[in-house]
């Protein structure tokens, strides 16, 4: 275990020293654009090395001051007196749906041989897509929940996520598509044949669960009724099976 974290250590700070280098050399001038995939395929890292080894790098590069990251964009080499500022159309999208498209680009890429998001290989970890893309770890699970539902993305081993191996079988339409998100606001939803907004279902004596439980299931595609009725000792990611 201790020579795998020094060769981990050793492997981030030759990294490290690269990309600085490039930096004050001039080869990244200011502004320069670059992504994690990029510096992964580079470097030759596995998915499941991207916080251990890429991720420390560039966040003490961005204390640092030397980079900085945009949820909407990548990451970039500062340019001082600059403000970065997202591509305006996607300037009014959530941060979760933008991630996910992107993770789906990568995915259908992977899936037609470029990139490092390849069918079998195992998924970044929602910490180091939190890293990646400058978000909170719920941010990214909220980017992922869809791929997860539509089953491109499994869970073969416990708390490991991985591409499905048969990702051929997804259309590219399906691939690429982001399924229609539910967004209750204040639209009355049916539920044992009343209709209240999801605030006030919360409020019901039937709720079984909190607010902020009966949101992730109705907007995950739960049935509202079985979203309401089922207590939280038995809630899941997945719908429940009809």
């Known amino acids: 275990m201790g020579h795998d974290k020094s060769s981990k250590e050793q492997r981030a700070a030759e990294i490290d020293r690269?990309?600085?280098?490039?930096?004050?050399?001039?080869?990244?001038?200011?502004?320069?654009?670059?992504?994690?995939?990029?510096?992964?395929?580079?470097?030759?890292l596995q998915p499941w090395e991207a916080c251990s080894v890429l991720g420390p790098v560039l966040k003490q590069m961005r204390i640092d001051g030397v980079i900085e990251s945009r949820p909407y964009i990548g990451v970039r080499v500062t340019v001082k007196g600059e403000r970065w500022s997202p591509p305006a159309e996607f300037s009014n999208l959530p941060y979760d749906e933008y991630i996910e498209i992107v993770l789906r680009q990568r995915l259908n890429d992977g899936r037609n041989g470029k990139g490092i998001y390849k069918p079998g290989e195992e998924f970044p970890s929602l910490s180091a897509l939190a890293e990646e893309f400058d978000v909170s770890a719920a941010t990214a699970r909220k980017a992922t929940d869809p791929l997860k539902r539509q089953k491109i993305l499994v869970l073969l081993r416990p708390n490991r996520t991985y591409i499905n191996p048969n990702l051929a079988k997804f259309s590219t339409e399906v691939l690429l598509t982001p399924p229609k998100r539910r967004r209750p606001g204040k639209m009355k939803l049916h539920a044992f044949g009343e209709l209240r907004t999801l605030a006030e279902w919360a409020q019901d004596p039937r709720c079984k669960v909190t607010y902020k439980v009966l949101y992730t299931r109705y907007v995950s595609g739960w049935i509202l009724e079985?979203?309401?009725?089922?207590?939280?000792?038995?809630?899941?990611?997945h719908p429940p099976k009809s």
């Open 18 to 44: 690269i990309l600085r280098t490039r930096i004050t050399d001039g080869t990244w001038p200011p502004g320069h654009v670059f992504h994690w995939p990029q510096l992964m395929e580079e470097f030759a």
């Open 226 to 237: 079985e979203a309401l009725s089922t207590p939280k000792a038995f809630n899941q990611i």
